[in-house]
């Protein structure tokens, strides 16, 4: 007879597995290493709340529901339809959004400048109009609030509910 404790956990540790090698890539190990194997200091101390929340499991719930709460707005939705590969590459949209929270809450600063960059590039390119003719711009303040405000909202009440 087997111990049923021996296998939830088995199924946990190949559940979580399967989770981590979609969510961060198939480099997991050498972009920990970049994040968290360094001498250089971060945007945020250890001890801080963001990076709490953010080392949850709830993020996948948070970030769900941020999805879902950033689609209420139709000229941000639009630059998600119009520019986005999500339909061709979920895996690799979802991965590159992981590394982002993760080089900005738990890598150097360096890093976190960096993916900061890189997000104010693509977003440079992100722009046109929506099917009822209003213009969008990814790099709008209003936008990038209403996204922002979003995922703030959601990771909190994820965590606060699951975390």
């Known amino acids: 007879m087997t111990d049923v404790g021996s296998e939830a956990s088995g199924v946990r540790a190949w559940l ?17 290493a970049e994040l968290f194997d360094t001498g250089e200091p971060g945007w945020f101390v250890d001890d801080a709340p963001i990076r709490r929340v953010h080392a949850d499991a709830s993020m996948f719930v948070g970030g769900l529901r941020a999805l879902l709460f950033q689609s209420l707005h139709p000229r941000a939705m639009a630059g998600v339809a119009q520019h986005s590969d999500y339909r061709h590459d979920p895996w690799g949209r979802l991965q590159r959004t992981a590394d982002f929270l ?27 109009t929506t099917s009822d003719g209003r213009a969008y711009a990814a790099n709008d303040p209003h936008l990038l609030h209403w996204v922002h405000i979003a995922e703030l909202d959601s990771f909190l009440a994820a965590h606060d509910r699951f975390g």
Not at 18 to 32: E, T, Y
């Open 102 to 128: 993760a080089a900005t809450t738990f890598g150097p600063a360096s890093q976190a400048e960096r993916a900061v960059d890189i997000v104010h590039r693509v977003h440079d390119r992100v722009v046109g």
């Open 16 to 32: 979580g597995e399967q989770v981590r090698s979609r969510v961060v890539g198939p480099h997991a190990d050498l972009r920990h």
